[in-house]
């Protein structure tokens, strides 16, 4: 059984009611994606599996939908949420680079963009919203949950100040209502990245936070 992420699913409920079942589908495609890559120690066999997945994400629009569930949410609800197969495809890519090379400044940045920057930008079209700033705070997002598990600790703080300086220019300004669901998510993350970096604010101060941003945008 997969377990629940308490923060992503608040985070999650702060999104139109419309909307939620189509996120919570499409960041359980990213979790299984994540999941093959953790899981895989051969990388020709993650990249396999990751093709696999690419070409059944690009056929969903022409070809029957296979027995498999986060496929099957992802078609009933992503797809008629206006997102196209095969920009759900592309997620794969982001996950495949860190099959291919060893982690270093350049592998970082392109994870960032490819995975992060593109899930968060899905998720954005899901909602309605155009605003380069969401693609920037799931870089930030994604450099953190990838800093969490690296072991090389120079590498892990070189991602976490990447990721800084995305959510530095994410949370210019306020954010559409429609969005503040993927700023609490990557508030959450930079909750931990300060945490890593220096000294976390308290469990008040984070709630405090949470809630301005989904009053107000800030």
């Known amino acids: 059984m997969t377990s629940i992420d308490p923060g992503r699913a608040l985070a999650l409920s702060y999104a139109p ?9 499409l960041f359980a495609l990213d979790d299984r994606l994540a999941t093959i890559v953790r899981s895989t120690r051969e990388p020709m066999v993650g990249q396999m599996r990751l093709t696999w997945w690419h070409e059944a994400l690009t056929r969903l629009q022409t070809a029957p939908v ?26 794969t ?21 490819d995975r992060g920057g593109r899930l ?14 969401i693609g920037l705070a799931g870089e930030g997002w994604a450099l953190v949950d990838l800093a969490r598990g690296l072991t090389d600790t120079i590498l892990a703080g070189h991602a976490r100040t990447l990721a800084t300086t995305r959510f530095d220019a994410a949370f210019r300004g306020r954010w559409p209502r429609a969005a503040r669901s993927l700023g609490a998510l990557a508030l959450l993350a930079r909750f931990e990245n300060v945490a890593a970096l220096s000294q976390s604010p308290g469990p008040t101060r984070r709630i405090a936070r949470l809630m301005l941003h989904r009053l107000a945008g800030y």
Do not use: Y
Not at 93 to 111: H, K, R, S, V, Y
Not at 120 to 133: H, N, Q, S, T, Y
């Open 66 to 91: 296979p027995q498999e569930p986060v496929l099957q949410s992802i078609k009933s609800l992503v797809l008629t949420a206006g997102v196209s197969g095969s920009s759900l495809a592309a997620m």
């Open 93 to 113: 890519d982001g996950w495949e680079i860190l099959l291919q090379a060893e982690i270093d400044t350049a592998t970082l940045e392109a994870f960032a963009i």
């Open 17 to 25: 009611p419309a909307t939620r079942a189509g996120l919570e589908a």
């Open 120 to 133: 968060f930008e899905v998720a954005a079209r899901m909602l309605g919203i155009d605003d380069r700033r």
